[in-house]
């Protein structure tokens, strides 16, 4: 049963602290998206990949987040310095093609103090 | 571009009542229509999906009709059980971009 996971599960860190979130997209899918999602602001998308070449990275903070694709079977998300407010649930999602269906992984739970 | 807008929760139903969960989206073009559920501590899953236009998507007792006359995508269940507590995420794809989802929307469900 193919599926994403996701790297660590949990993080506590203390503010200023470096992060990095892994993912394993499901083999064969060329698209993978990273999200976050906070009570108060819901799901935003933070960037996404079509064959590891970054597409959109609108969504995130350019001066302390960073996305990257080293291989076609590992996405990385930084934090560097991590705030408070960048506590959150990560997301990652890969898919394939245009049919548009998105399979998300677990997901890691950030919480910076 | 693309946005979709659903009803906003929480939404608290008894077992084997009926659920329906507003959703209505703007796009240029006619894009394909989703229904995602997130069940607690989990990432989202796509629930059912429709593609075109009086398409009608269903899984899991749940159904949810595409109907471009009123951009409308509500997500209906006969009778829901306390296992369905869950957040329901309405989506639209148009082209070739990401999924745009609504706020979400909380169901809980007490026997």
């Known amino acids: 049963d193919a599926r994403v996971t996701q790297t660590p599960r949990h993080k506590v860190t203390e503010m200023g602290q470096e992060v990095t979130m892994r993912c394993q997209p499901i083999?064969?899918?060329?698209?993978v998206f990273w999200y976050r999602q906070t009570m108060m602001q819901g799901l935003e998308l933070l960037a996404y990949?079509?064959?590891?070449?970054?597409?959109?990275d609108s969504g995130m903070p350019k001066d302390r987040f960073s996305a990257e694709m080293p291989d076609a079977t590992l996405a990385t998300l930084k934090i560097q310095p991590s705030e408070p407010r960048d506590s959150a649930v990560y997301f990652c999602a890969s898919g394939s093609g245009q049919r548009g269906e998105q399979f998300f992984g677990p997901g890691t739970r950030l919480t910076v103090l | 571009g693309d946005s979709v807008t659903q009803m906003e929760g929480p939404v608290t139903l008894s077992e084997e009542a009926f659920l329906t969960i507003n959703c209505t989206y703007t796009a240029t073009g006619y894009p394909s229509l989703f229904w995602y559920v997130q069940y607690p501590g989990e990432g989202l899953q796509l629930l059912l999906k429709?593609?075109?236009?009086?398409d009608k998507g269903s899984n899991k007792g749940f159904e949810a009709t595409y109907r471009k006359e009123t951009t409308s995508f509500h997500l209906e269940k006969g009778s829901v059980q306390v296992s369905d507590s869950a957040v329901y995420f309405c989506?639209?794809?148009?082209?070739?971009?990401?999924?745009?989802f609504g706020k979400g929307t909380r169901l809980s469900v007490i026997a």
């Open positions: 429709a593609t075109k236009a009086d």
């Open positions: 083999l064969g899918h060329n698209t």
């Open positions: 990949f079509r064959n590891r070449a970054p597409l959109d």
């Open positions: 989506a639209s794809l148009s082209g070739n971009t990401p999924l745009v």
